[in-house]
C-alpha cells in the first residue's frame, strides 16, 4: 500500500510561483500514473493534472493550463507541480493521488480512477 505525502503550500501573493511535491513511499513510483486535484471551501474536488507512468504524457485542466506542470522523478519518488500566475482562485487544499493500474501510457482526470490519495496542501493565494 502506498503512501503519499504533499508539501510546499503556504500563502502567496498572486501572480507568484510556487511549487508542491509529493512523496510516494511504501511503493516505487514507477508504479503509478499520478495526478493533482483540489478542493476550495464549499467546492467539490477538481482535475488539476496528471501524468502518465512513463512521464511521457500530460494532461491539465482548462484553468490551469499554459501556467501549471505536472512532472516526476521516479528516482526520488517524488512528484511535484509547479504553479506560476497564481490566482486567487487556485485557492485550495491540493492533493496528490496515485493510480495502481499497470499501463504505462494512460493517465487520469477523473478522482474516482486513483486508488491512494494524500493529506492535501493548502494553497492560499492573495490579491
Known amino acids: 500500500q502506498a503512501q503519499l505525502v504533499e508539501s510546499g503550500g503556504g500563502l502567496v501573493q498572486a501572480g507568484a510561483s510556487q511549487r508542491l511535491t509529493c512523496v510516494v513511499s511504501?511503493?516505487?513510483?514507477?508504479?503509478?500514473?499520478m495526478g493533482w486535484f483540489r478542493q476550495a471551501p464549499g467546492k467539490e474536488r477538481e482535475f488539476v493534472a496528471a501524468?502518465?507512468?512513463?512521464?511521457?504524457?500530460?494532461g491539465y485542466a482548462g484553468s490551469v493550463k499554459g501556467r501549471f506542470t505536472i512532472s516526476r522523478d521516479d528516482a526520488r519518488n517524488t512528484v511535484y507541480l509547479q504553479m506560476n500566475d497564481l490566482r486567487p482562485e487556485d485557492t485550495a487544499v491540493y492533493y496528490c493521488?496515485?493510480?495502481?493500474?499497470?499501463?504505462?501510457?494512460?493517465?487520469?482526470?477523473?478522482?474516482?480512477?486513483?486508488?491512494?490519495w494524500g493529506q492535501g496542501t493548502q494553497v492560499t493565494v492573495s490579491s
Open positions: 511504501g511503493r516505487t513510483l514507477s508504479m503509478y500514473a
Open positions: 493521488a496515485a493510480n495502481e493500474v499497470h499501463l504505462r501510457y494512460t493517465y487520469f482526470s477523473m478522482a474516482q480512477d486513483y486508488d491512494y
Open positions: 501524468i502518465n507512468r512513463s512521464g511521457g504524457s500530460s
